[in-house]
């Protein structure tokens, strides 16, 4: 896997046989290949959380608007986001703040929650999300080098 690379070209006659990049320092690659996937983004589908009464603020990472909620997902009063609706950062994070939001949900029920560690999932969040977050930050700036490369 080749990560912060400039994509130069694909090549191929009738279709894709290799793709051709260049690293940061400059050095030129060309990996044979017979597919090639290109991501455009994410845009979480979020109208619910809209209707919902929910307050949105610009993501500057994401570059979108996004709900603002608190750390357990919750954005208004009975409206409560998880997965991407909360924050984009795949299956992992879809799980944590899911668990997150049921808490929330259990809470304002009055509803008694135990055996649920939520700082341990706030930990494991801030890490995906973190990590989530990284390649898209480099995306963001002056930097040319913001894609990956993988055989």
């Given at each position: 896997?080749?990560?912060?690379?400039?994509?130069?070209?694909?090549?191929?006659t009738?279709s894709?046989?290799?793709?051709?990049?260049?690293?940061?320092?400059?050095?030129?690659?060309?990996?044979?290949?017979d597919?090639?996937?290109v991501?455009?983004?994410?845009?979480?589908?979020t109208?619910?959380a809209?209707l919902?009464?929910?307050e949105f603020?610009?993501?500057?990472v994401?570059?979108?608007?996004?709900?603002f909620?608190?750390a357990?997902?919750?954005c208004?009063?009975?409206?409560f986001?998880?997965?991407?609706?909360?924050?984009?950062g795949?299956?992992q994070?879809?799980?944590?703040?899911g668990?997150?939001?049921a808490c929330a949900?259990?809470?304002?029920?009055?509803?008694?929650?135990?055996?649920?560690?939520?700082?341990r999932?706030?930990?494991?969040?801030?890490?995906?999300?973190?990590?989530?977050?990284?390649p898209?930050?480099?995306?963001r700036?002056?930097?040319?080098?913001?894609?990956t490369?993988?055989?």
């Amino acid at each position: 896997m080749h990560h912060g690379v400039e994509l130069r070209a694909f090549e191929g006659t009738d279709s894709v046989e290799a793709v051709r990049f260049r690293k940061q320092g400059g050095d030129e690659v060309t990996l044979p290949c017979d597919a090639v996937a290109v991501g455009f983004g994410l845009k979480p589908e979020t109208q619910l959380a809209e209707l919902g009464g929910a307050e949105f603020r610009y993501d500057a990472v994401f570059r979108q608007w996004l709900p603002f909620c608190d750390a357990d997902g919750r954005c208004a009063e009975g409206v409560f986001v998880a997965g991407d609706g909360a924050t984009i950062g795949g299956a992992q994070a879809a799980a944590l703040t899911g668990a997150l939001a049921a808490c929330a949900v259990l809470d304002d029920l009055k509803i008694a929650v135990t055996g649920v560690d939520r700082a341990r999932l706030q930990r494991q969040l801030a890490r995906a999300a973190a990590f989530s977050a990284r390649p898209r930050a480099r995306v963001r700036g002056a930097n040319q080098y913001a894609r990956t490369a993988c055989r």
